[in-house]
C-alpha cells in the first residue's frame, strides 16, 4: 500500500536553529498538508498545499514556517529559527482529490533544547 | 468552539469487555467527512475509517464498529472484545467540504486494555 514517508523520524536540534523536516506524499497525490501535535495534545493543522501554493493556514503557521514543493516528489516545513514550543510531533499528509481522507505520514518528532 | 469533542480523556477496561469511544461534531456544513484514527505508543497516526455526511450506514469491521447519528451530531467507535493491543489515543477528526478539507481533531481518548 502507498505510504507517506517522512525523514528524519526524530530530530533534535538547539532553540535559533533552522530545521526542515521531509516528507515524500504518494506520487499521484495534489493536495498536500502540514499538521502538529505537542506532546499530550491534540493534533493541529498547520497549512494546506495546492498548485504549488499555500491554500490554507492556521495561526500557528506565522512567518517562522514555511514550504516548499522543491522537485515534484519532495514535500518540506522549514522553521526558521526554532523556539522551544517548536517541539512537537510534525505529521505529513497527502491525498488525491480535493474529497476524502488524507495518508499520514509516520510522524517526525522534533525535540527544540 | 470546539468542532469536535471527545469528552473522555481516559478509559480503562479489562481485556474482552467492549468498550465505546464517543465523539460529537459540529458544523453547518452540509458536505463533511468523519474520521477515526488510532495513535498507538509509537506515535504514527493509523487510520481506521472515513464517514462521508451522507452514509449514515453504522459500519463494522472485525471488533470494530461505528454508529454515525446525524440527529446528534454523534460517530461513536465500539470495540468489542477489547485486546491488549487496542492500547492507544483514538482521535476522532472533522473535515468540511467549504474548508479545504482540513482536519479538525478532538483531544482524544486514551484507551488502557489491562490484562
Known amino acids: 500500500e502507498p505510504e507517506v514517508t517522512q525523514t528524519p523520524s526524530h530530530q533534535v536540534t538547539q532553540m535559533g536553529q533552522e530545521v526542515i523536516l521531509r516528507c515524500v506524499p504518494i506520487s499521484n497525490h495534489l493536495y498536500f498538508y502540514w499538521y502538529r501535535q505537542i506532546l499530550g495534545q491534540k493534533v493541529e493543522f498547520l497549512v494546506s498545499f495546492y498548485n504549488n501554493e499555500i491554500s490554507e493556514k492556521s495561526e500557528i503557521f506565522d512567518d517562522q514556517f514555511s514550504v516548499e514543493r522543491p522537485d515534484g516528489s519532495n514535500f518540506t516545513l522549514k522553521i526558521r529559527s526554532t523556539k522551544l514550543e517548536d517541539s512537537a510531533m510534525y505529521f505529513c499528509?497527502?491525498?488525491?482529490?480535493?474529497?476524502?481522507?488524507?495518508?499520514f505520514g509516520s510522524g517526525t518528532r522534533l525535540t527544540v533544547v | 468552539a470546539q468542532k469536535v469533542t471527545q469528552a473522555q480523556t481516559e478509559i480503562s477496561v479489562v481485556e474482552k469487555e467492549d468498550v465505546t469511544l464517543d465523539c460529537v461534531y459540529e458544523?453547518?456544513?452540509?458536505?463533511?467527512?468523519l474520521f477515526w484514527y488510532k495513535q498507538p505508543p509509537s506515535g504514527e497516526l493509523v487510520f481506521l475509517i472515513r464517514?462521508?455526511?451522507?452514509?449514515?450506514q453504522n459500519e463494522i469491521s472485525g471488533r470494530y464498529s461505528w454508529n454515525f447519528q446525524k440527529s446528534t451530531s454523534s460517530f461513536n467507535f465500539t470495540i468489542t472484545a477489547s485486546q491488549v493491543v487496542d492500547s492507544a489515543v483514538y482521535f476522532c477528526?472533522?473535515?468540511?467540504?467549504?474548508?479545504?478539507?482540513?482536519?479538525?481533531f478532538g483531544t482524544g481518548t486514551s484507551l488502557t486494555v489491562i490484562p
Open positions: 464517514r462521508n455526511s451522507f452514509d449514515e
Open positions: 458544523t453547518r456544513d452540509t458536505t463533511y467527512y
Open positions: 477528526a472533522l473535515s468540511e467540504a467549504n474548508t479545504g478539507n482540513q482536519f479538525y
Open positions: 499528509a497527502s491525498k488525491a482529490t480535493g474529497a476524502g481522507g488524507y495518508t
